[in-house]
Structures are given as C-alpha cells and as structure tokens.
C-alpha cells in the first residue's frame, strides 16, 4: 500500500521521535494530534493502531463524539487454554494497594496505585520491566566537526511499567467470589 507519510526503520533504536522544546510545557503544549479534520463524528474511527506481523494487537478509537477507547485484542479466536478465574479473593489479598507521590511532581500530588515489582510477584503480565533495571550511560552526538549535535546522558532509570486495568479481571472475578460467600451466608442465615 501507498501512504502519504511512511517511515521505516531496521534497528532497535526508535523509529521516530517527536519533540517539543519548550522551557515551560503547559496544556497548550502538543506533541501530536491526530485529527479527522472532515467528519464531526468519528465514532468507531481509529487514531492508532498497533499490529505486528502476526495481525492487529490493539488500537486507539473514536467511541463517541466526545470519548475515546483505549482497545486491547480480546476476540475469543485468539485465545486457547481458557479456563475461570480462581482464587481471586485470595490474589488480591496479596495486593498492596498504596498511597504515594512521584519523586518528580513538583507539585508533590497524592495518587494511589501499587508498587509494580510487588504487582509483578503476585499476577503476571500486568508488569513490563525488569526490578531495579538502569539505562545505561549515552556518549554525546557530534557532527564531523565535533560540534555537539545531542548531549551526553547519564545512566538513568529503567522504570517498570504497569497496566492496571489488566486487573480488571482479577477484581471482577474477587468480587464474584465474594458475593457468592455472601449469598451463601445469606442463605444459610
């Protein structure tokens, strides 16, 4: 297929980059917008889509005119092996849901989550990263003349990375145990 803009890479390095080098970022800074400039309701359009060779993996759409879904792949023809949730109560119990603030926010605001190294060892798949991991250290860019292109940058944080909403399934299927024990006990009372 032909596209008006199509760039291709074959190293691991980023394909591309987009940047805005404005010394005081605020709202009215963008980075991209991805825009149907002739249609006033996109519902079901798709901004992003993300596919590897083996197909579509997920996609960014128009829900309605005013919202946006984020789509991870789900169709049951691309899944084997599936089986119920068990023991659900029980994985959250191992949960530890916190209180925190980024060590960078100046504006030092209260958020609650989890710690994804402790996520990681109770569920899988919900973590991307490794405990601990560093980038490491970047030597400065210069051109033939030994101009500075990009600057050097030290070894920095590797962060892990979590998708909370892959428990979704989790906390559903702790609640349907939970109310099951408590049609139970009411039965029984």
């Known amino acids: 297929a032909t596209y008006p803009l199509h760039v291709q890479s074959d190293n691991d390095v980023r394909t591309a980059t987009f940047q805005n080098t404005d010394t ?6 963008w980075i991209l917008s991805l825009r149907f400039s002739a249609d006033a309701d996109a519902t079901n359009g798709i901004f992003l889509a993300f596919e590897d060779s083996g197909g579509p993996i997920g996609s960014v759409s128009c829900a309605t005119t005013s919202s946006v879904s984020f789509n991870t792949t789900s169709d049951y023809r ?3 092996d599936v089986v119920d949730l068990a023991d659900a109560v ?3 119990g191992q949960l530890r849901p916190i209180y925190f603030r980024f060590t960078r926010d100046p504006a030092e605001t209260v958020l609650g989550g989890f710690l994804a190294h402790e996520v990681a060892e109770v569920v899988d798949g919900v973590v991307v990263g490794e405990k601990d991991a560093m980038r490491p250290p970047v030597d400065a860019v210069l051109d033939d003349d030994g101009n500075e292109l990009e600057p050097a940058k030290p070894e920095t944080i590797a962060p892990q990375m979590m998708d909370a909403t892959k428990l979704v399934p989790l906390l559903t299927a702790a609640i349907q145990e939970l109310t099951a024990r408590v049609a139970a006990l009411e039965a029984a009372a």
Request: hydrophobic share 40%.
């Open 90 to 92: 029980d994985t959250v």
């Open 78 to 80: 691309l899944k084997s």
């Open 24 to 29: 005081a970022v605020g709202s009215a800074n």
